[in-house]
C-alpha cells in the first residue's frame, strides 16, 4: 500500500474528482508560464518607459526565473515532505499580490523585485504541478500522456503570454501586461483549495534545510554570473556572483554526499536516462528561449512590427509545443522514446538554422517556418525528456524529480537568453563600433562621444538616436544598426543550431528506445 494516506492519495479519487485535480495542476503550469513569458514583448517598451540599463533588462527579462531555478530544489523538498497541497496555495497566493504590485511599478529596480518575488512563489507552485501528476498515474503510459498535457499547457500559457501582452500595449500602460495572470490564479487559488487533496508520504525524508540554502547561493550565483558576466567582464560585482557560485556548489555537492537525508541524492545521476533527458531539456530550452528573447527585439525593432503583432508572431512557437508535447507520447509508443527524442532534436536544429539566414527583410513565411520547426523540435524532445526524469526517483521524492527538470529548464531558458543576447550585444557593438572607426575625424567630430556611446550599446539606443536627430543621417544610422543586431542574431542562429544537435548526440547515447520506470513500489 502507498505510503500516501489512501483517502488522501489523487489515484484513488473518483474519475470527476480526478479530471478537476488534473485541470487545476494544469491551470497552475499554465499560470506560471504566463508569468515566465508576459514581459517578454513588453521589454523594449518597459525599457524606454523606465529608462532601464542593459543589465536591469537583462534582469527584468531573468528575474522571475532566478527566483524560480535557484529555490525549486528546496520547495520541491518542501512538497513531498510537508504536503503538495499547502506548496500549490501558497505559491498562488504568493503570485497574485505579487503581480499587482509589479504592474504598479515605477522604476526598474522595484519591476526586478516583484518578478523576483513572483519566481519565489512559482518556485512553491510549478514543481508541485509536475509532481502531483506524476503521483497521480503509477500507470507509465497514463503518466506520459499526462505529462505531455501538462508540457502543452505550460506551452499554452507561453503561447497566450506575447500574444496578450501585444494587446495590451496597443491601448494600455505596459504594466497592465502583468495582470494577465491574475484572474488563472484566482480562479486556480479557488479550484486548488475545493479539488486538491493534501499529497504527502509519511517516508518523504526529513528537509535538507542546509543543502537547499547552498542550493539557493549556488544557483543563484550562477545565474546571476551568467547574466552579469559577458556583459560587465570581470568587475564588480561579477567576482562576487562568481564566489557565490563556486563556495555554494561545491559546499552544495559535499553535503549532498555526506548528509543522512541529502535534498538531491547526487547517485541518482548515475542512470543514464535521467541525466540524459536533464541536458536535452536544459539545452532545447536554452535555444529556445535566447532565439524567443532576441526575436522579440528583432520583430519590433529590425522589422517594424508593432508589439500586438510581434506577439502574434511568436504564436506559432509556442502552439506548436502545445501540439507537438502531448502528441509525442503517441510517436513513443510507436518509434521508441529515443528515436521520438532524436527526430525532436533534428527538427530544432533545422529550425535554429533558418535564423542564419534572416535578414532585415524577411518576410513573416520564413519566421513562421522556423518557430514551427523549433516548437515542434522542443515538444517532441520535452515530454520523453521529462518522462525519463520522473521515472527515477520513487513517488515520494516526486517533488524533487520535478525540481530537477524545473531546475534545468529554467537554468537553461536564464543561460540560453543570457549567452544569446550577449553574444548579440557585442556582435552589435563590434560592428558599429568597426563603422565608427572607419570614419574620417571630421565625420567623428559631428557625433558627440556619448552619442556614439549611446549607439553602440543597443538597437534601443540607436533608434532612439535616431528619433532625437531625423534626417538622411538617421536612416543611415537606423540601416547600419539593423544590420548590426541582425549580424548578432545569426550568430546566435548557429549556437542554437550546435546546442540542438549537441542534443541529437546525448539522445543516442542516454536516452532508451523503452523508458523503464526505477520508481519501484512504495513503502507499505
Known amino acids: 500500500m502507498s505510503a500516501a494516506v489512501a483517502a488522501e492519495h489523487p489515484a484513488a479519487l473518483s474519475g470527476h474528482k480526478q479530471r478537476l485535480l488534473l485541470l487545476t495542476l494544469l491551470l497552475g503550469a499554465m499560470v506560471t508560464m504566463l508569468n515566465t513569458a508576459v514581459a517578454g514583448v513588453a521589454i523594449p517598451t518597459i525599457a ?3 529608462k532601464a540599463s542593459g543589465i536591469q533588462i537583462h534582469l527584468i527579462g531573468d528575474g522571475f526565473a532566478i527566483a524560480l531555478t535557484s529555490l525549486v530544489l528546496l520547495t520541491g523538498a ?12 501558497a505559491g498562488l497566493a504568493l503570485m497574485i499580490p505579487a503581480a499587482i504590485m509589479a504592474s504598479f511599478s515605477t522604476s526598474a529596480n522595484e519591476l526586478i523585485v516583484w518578478l523576483m518575488a513572483s519566481g519565489t512563489a512559482a518556485a512553491f507552485l510549478f514543481p508541485t504541478t509536475l509532481s502531483a501528476i506524476s503521483e497521480m498515474y503509477p500507470d507509465a503510459h497514463a503518466r506520459s500522456r499526462a505529462v505531455g498535457l501538462w508540457a502543452g499547457c505550460a506551452a499554452a500559457g507561453a503561447a497566450l503570454a506575447p500574444v496578450l501582452s501585444g494587446l495590451i500595449l496597443e491601448h494600455f500602460h505596459w504594466g497592465y501586461v502583468f495582470l494577465v495572470s491574475v484572474p488563472v490564479a484566482a480562479i486556480t487559488l479557488i479550484m486548488g483549495f475545493f479539488v486538491m487533496p493534501e499529497m504527502k508520504h509519511a517516508g518523504a525524508p526529513p528537509v535538507d534545510w542546509i543543502g537547499g540554502l547552498f542550493s539557493i547561493i549556488g544557483i543563484g550565483g550562477l545565474l546571476l554570473l551568467v547574466i552579469f558576466g559577458p556583459v560587465e567582464g570581470w568587475h564588480q560585482p561579477v567576482p562576487l556572483f562568481a564566489a557565490a557560485a563556486v563556495f555554494g556548489l561545491s559546499a552544495f555537492v559535499i553535503r549532498q554526499l555526506k548528509a543522512t537525508h541529502p535534498l538531491l541524492d547526487l547517485r541518482v545521476f548515475k542512470h543514464k536516462p535521467l541525466t540524459g533527458g536533464s541536458l536535452i531539456i536544459m539545452i532545447l530550452f536554452a535555444a529556445m528561449a535566447g532565439i524567443m528573447y532576441l526575436n522579440a527585439q528583432f520583430t519590433q525593432m529590425v522589422l517594424g512590427f508593432s508589439t500586438l503583432n510581434a506577439g502574434l508572431a511568436i504564436l506559432p512557437l509556442s502552439v506548436s509545443v502545445f501540439i507537438g508535447a502531448p502528441l509525442s507520447a503517441i510517436i513513443v509508443r510507436k518509434i521508441g522514446a529515443r528515436n521520438t527524442v532524436m527526430l525532436g532534436t533534428i527538427l530544432a536544429a533545422c529550425g535554429s538554422a533558418i535564423v542564419f539566414f534572416w535578414t ?15 516548437g515542434l523540435g522542443i515538444g517532441f524532445g520535452m515530454t520523453p525528456s521529462t518522462s525519463a526524469i520522473l521515472d527515477t526517483l520513487p513517488p515520494k521524492q516526486a517533488g524533487i524529480a520535478s525540481a530537477v527538470n524545473d531546475v534545468t529548464r529554467d537554468f537553461g531558458q536564464s543561460m540560453g537568453i543570457a549567452i544569446m543576447g550577449s553574444i548579440a550585444s557585442v556582435t552589435y557593438a563590434k560592428v558599429l563600433s568597426s563603422g565608427y572607426e572607419s570614419l574620417t575625424p571630421e565625420q567623428q567630430a559631428q557625433v558627440p562621444k556619448d552619442i556614439a556611446v549611446q549607439i553602440q550599446s543597443s538597437l534601443a539606443g540607436a533608434l532612439a538616436v535616431a528619433q532625437a536627430y531625423p534626417g538622411p543621417n538617421a536612416d543611415q544610422l537606423l540601416v547600419a544598426a539593423r544590420e548590426a543586431f541582425v549580424a548578432g542574431l545569426s550568430k546566435a542562429g548557429v549556437l542554437s543550431t550546435i546546442m540542438a544537435l549537441v542534443c541529437l548526440v546525448i539522445a543516442f547515447l542516454m536516452i532508451p528506445h523503452t523508458l523503464t520506470s526505477n520508481r519501484g513500489d512504495e513503502e507499505s
Do not use: E, K, M, Q
Open 360 to 374: 532585415d527583410h524577411s518576410p513573416y513565411p520564413v519566421l513562421f517556418v522556423t518557430f514551427v520547426l523549433l
Open 48 to 50: 524606454a518607459d523606465l
Open 78 to 89: 518542501i512538497g513531498d515532505r510537508y504536503g503538495r497541497r499547502r506548496n500549490l496555495l
